[in-house]
């Protein structure tokens, strides 16, 4: 199940990017964009905008797939976190990197692969 555009449609998108590029061109000669390049954690390189053009060649099940499901680009829950929250996980210190070691030290002795549940503790 491969994606398909028309080629009219393509040459039209191309035709648009190329202008809103150079919309673009004028904002960041007025002011600068924060970073020179955007990219993943994994270091991969973000493009500015992506278009139907950048996905021409991809197959909806090997390279998007349904929720729940390999590759896992919509999440790993089936029903997209409907039934169940996104969580957002985040790590607080207990002061200085010197004296949180000790509190991630007993996990990463057993090598385990769940996440270090570490309580915040806020002043009174």
């Known amino acids: 199940m ?3 555009y028309s080629r009219k449609l393509l040459d039209e998108i191309k035709a648009a990017q190329k202008k809103w590029q150079e919309n673009v061109e004028q904002a960041i000669a007025a002011r600068s964009e924060r970073d020179r390049r955007f990219t993943t954690v994994s270091g991969r390189e973000i493009n500015p905008l992506y278009t139907p053009a950048d996905v021409i060649n991809q197959e909806f099940e090997r ?4 929720p729940g499901e390999y590759p896992f680009t919509r999440g790993v829950q089936p ?3 409907r039934g169940r929250l996104w969580t957002m996980r985040m790590f607080a210190g207990l002061g200085t990197a010197r ?3 000790p509190a991630i030290s007993p996990s990463r002795e057993r090598r385990s ?5 570490l309580p915040l503790i806020c002043p009174p």
Not at 63 to 66: A, K, L, Q, S, T
Not at 113 to 117: E, N
């Open 113 to 117: 692969d769940r996440a270090v549940g």
């Open 79 to 81: 029903s997209m976190y």
């Open 63 to 66: 390279d998007i797939g349904f």
């Open 99 to 101: 004296d949180t070691q």
């Open 2 to 4: 491969s994606l398909s």
